[in-house]
């Protein structure tokens, strides 16, 4: 005999389990319930969070879509992305960098996405500026980082980017590739005894490459570094 069952709670999914009657015996039955959601990927290159980035894709696009959807990085959910008007919005508050696939599920499909996240690409004096401001004492700051362009600094003296770390636990944790440009003329300078400048203490974790430092000079105090 054949048992037709359909469920009238559409969001049961997973293990599921009911009673099946017949005119001769009663069946407990448990089975997987799945939700059959087209899949489509994309590969979109480079996503820069520091410029609010979006990028439209054709499956939301086809339905102007700007409902809920669960969004997940990494199988984590993420805060800072969102659907709107046919885009995956970007926000610089989005936790993540590198290599990543985000998967965006609607209620009627499932997109994957493959890019990389780049927290910020720096052009410019104020820029590297802005990236060395970093909190006194024992603090930790990742992302990933690109240099876009040789930067003077213009004499300036970076002494307000100063990490004292555990280099397991703090510093600079993150990715910075200088694509081979230089940030040139300036002064770094470390307070205390303490780990400043551009850098100041890279943690285990923490990756610099393809990065010039020309006409920089270092002043600090006691047995205070920099870099």
Not at 80 to 95: E, L, R, T
Request: hydrophobic share 40%; proline share 1%.
């Amino acid at each position: 005999d054949t048992i037709n069952v359909t469920l009238s709670d559409k969001s049961a999914t997973g293990k599921v389990t009911f009673l099946a009657f017949t005119e001769k015996a009663t069946y407990e039955i448990t089975v997987n319930v799945g939700v059959n959601k087209p899949v489509s990927s994309y590969e979109v290159g480079e996503i820069v969070l520091a410029d609010d980035a979006s990028i439209a894709l054709a499956d939301i696009e086809a339905t102007g879509y700007n409902g809920s959807a669960k969004i997940t990085i990494d199988d984590v959910a993420v805060d800072g992305v969102s659907i709107a008007d046919g885009k995956i919005n970007f926000s610089k508050d989005v936790a993540a960098w590198g290599e990543k696939t985000l998967v965006v599920e609607t209620e009627d499909r499932i997109i994957n996405v493959s890019a990389t996240l780049v927290t910020d690409i720096l052009t410019t004096k104020e820029e590297v500026s802005a990236f060395a401001n970093h909190p006194y004492g024992h603090a930790t700051y990742t992302g990933y980082y690109k240099l876009g362009a040789n930067v003077d600094m213009q004499g300036a003296t970076i002494a307000n980017g100063v990490r004292c770390a555990d280099s397991k636990t703090t510093g600079f944790q993150g990715l910075f590739d200088g694509q081979g440009y230089a940030i040139y003329n300036f002064t770094l300078k470390a307070l205390g005894e303490h780990s400043g400048g551009l850098f100041g203490s890279i943690g285990v974790n923490g990756v610099v490459k393809n990065l010039a430092l020309i006409q920089a000079s270092w002043t600090g105090e006691g047995s205070s570094s920099s870099f």
